[in-house]
């Protein structure tokens, strides 16, 4: 039906940048809240920033200006810039989008990439 395909992790050091992108595919009608989490070791996925359709935003506290989350709805495509990353950004970042599929416009499912590491490390 739908897929997510997550790129840009990596390895980085502290005070550097690195971009992510989720692009998904399929049989989208529309995609409304784009989202990225993250879940470090041992912890639970926890939210970074979801931006809706209208462009209303959220970020979590600890991006603090940081990161920016932005979406291209002609590419169906998130994006988050990661600024500033430090070692306590280290974890497997997913996108999650909100999508209406073409053959059932009328429900909204929730999608999720397969995640990608970001490492930030001297």
């Known amino acids: 039906q739908v897929h997510l395909a997550e790129s840009g992790g990596g390895l980085v050091q502290p005070g550097g940048s690195l971009q992510l992108s989720c692009a998904a595919s399929?049989?989208?009608?529309?995609?409304?809240?784009m989202g990225w989490y993250r879940q470090a070791p041992g912890k639970k996925r926890e939210m970074v920033a979801v931006?809706?359709?209208?462009?209303?935003?959220m970020y979590a506290d600890f991006v603090k200006g940081r990161f920016t989350i932005s979406r291209d709805d002609n590419k169906n495509t998130s994006y988050l810039q990661m600024n500033g990353l430090q070692p306590v950004d280290t974890a497997v970042y997913y996108c999650?989008?909100?999508?209406?599929?073409?053959?059932?416009?009328?429900?909204?499912?929730?999608?999720w990439g397969q995640g990608v590491q970001v490492t930030v490390s001297s």
């Open positions: 931006l809706e359709r209208d462009g209303k935003v």
């Open positions: 999650n989008m909100f999508i209406r599929l073409i053959q059932s416009a009328d429900v909204l499912r929730a999608f």
């Open positions: 399929g049989s989208i009608f529309l995609i409304q809240p």
